[in-house]
């Protein structure tokens, strides 16, 4: 498959390596303002490829999207990330109503993979922009809130966290919801789960573990002034299910028609991700407190969605 990327910066850069290292694509050009940038991040990725798996990967333009598969967009306004994303509302949202018209006039039988902040609005947005199916414009969304929540479930109990299964739900930002409800581990409830294992498991540490699954990303930023490994492994995982038609379940950001009474609101939810896009959401079985939750993370993502198509 050809894949866009739209970005040649951190998160551009290592999404393509990451692809090439899993041999998932066979072509990839990169698009960027800063064509230096670009054609040097390519260049270093295609001598990686020659070690890994055989790709072409070049710098190019929007036209040379035509025939891509999935289009990348990674770009962002370099503004400083403080303690939300949401403050990259108007900058990033001034980007994409450049861009996304010229995905869709040059790629238009692609599916768009957002990683761009906030990224349930960019979503949002750029369905709006492209006029694709609501199925082919997904963004990055919870995939990597959930596997940072995974991450450190596993750590906690000492198991692998891919034998953790558990969902960090709606908005990828301030109003995410991590739930606990529905966490198990060997299809035991998580809270048997601990107390079976007499690990502690009372709402001080539920607050407090759910507190740092949605400051990770700014506890990375802090120290490095940057994040990209997650959200490249992140974007590889959403590619292979899309390239591989795995059908595979991923908390994808994609506008739904209704979430809580919530008329098309863009934020994550389990979605089975295939060939076609995201062809199938579901809302979990959540507690009365966590419907609570959602709805109120859909709220504040329909205000915010509002804000950027005024922009």
């Known amino acids: 498959m050809k894949v866009g990327i739209i970005g040649a910066g951190f ?28 054609e040097a991040e390519a260049l270093d990725v295609l001598h990686a490829a ?17 025939g891509a598969g999935i289009v990348i967009v990674t770009v962002d306004s370099q503004k400083a990330l403080t303690d939300n994303r949401m403050a990259l509302l108007e900058s990033n949202t001034k980007i994409l109503k450049e861009i996304i018209p010229q995905i869709a006039t040059h790629a238009s039988e692609s599916i768009i993979l957002l990683a761009t902040n906030p990224v349930d609005v960019m979503t949002a947005l750029s369905l709006k922009l492209s006029g694709f199916a609501k199925e082919k414009v ?36 301030a109003s995410s919801l991590v739930s606990w409800s529905t966490a198990s581990i060997g299809g035991m409830a998580l809270d048997k789960y601990a107390f ?18 949605i400051d990770a990303g700014f506890k990375i930023y802090r120290g490095k002034k940057a994040t990209y490994y997650g959200i490249a492994s992140s974007l590889v995982k959403i590619c292979e299910a899309i390239i591989k038609n795995e059908r595979r379940e991923l908390t994808v ?43 109120h993370s859909a709220e504040v993502m329909a205000e915010a969605v ?4 005024k922009i």
């Not at 890994?52 to 333009?61: E, P």
């Not at 979430?259 to 507690?287: F, M, Q, R």
């Open 253 to 295: 950001s994609v506008v739904h028609d209704e979430v809580e009474g919530i008329k098309n609101v863009p934020l994550s939810l389990p979605a089975v991700i295939g060939k076609n896009g995201a062809v199938y959401t579901a809302v979990p079985d959540l507690s009365d407190e966590e419907e609570k939750l959602l709805k």
């Open 50 to 66: 020659a070690l890994n798996a055989d790709c072409k990967v070049y710098k190019g333009s929007y036209a040379d999207l035509k």
């Open 138 to 173: 997904i963004g990055s969304g919870t995939v990597l809130d959930t596997a940072r929540f995974r991450a450190m479930l596993g750590e906690y109990f000492g198991i692998s966290p891919q034998s953790v299964h558990a969902y960090v739900l709606g908005e990828h930002g």
């Open 11 to 38: 998160v551009g850069s290592t999404t393509a390596y990451t692809l090439v290292v899993k041999g998932l694509v066979q072509e990839i050009v990169f698009v960027d303002i800063n064509e230096v940038k670009a």
């Open 306 to 309: 509002q804000e950027a198509l």
């Open 196 to 213: 079976k294992c007499k690990k502690t498991l009372d709402d001080a540490f539920k607050k407090q573990m759910s507190a740092d699954v």
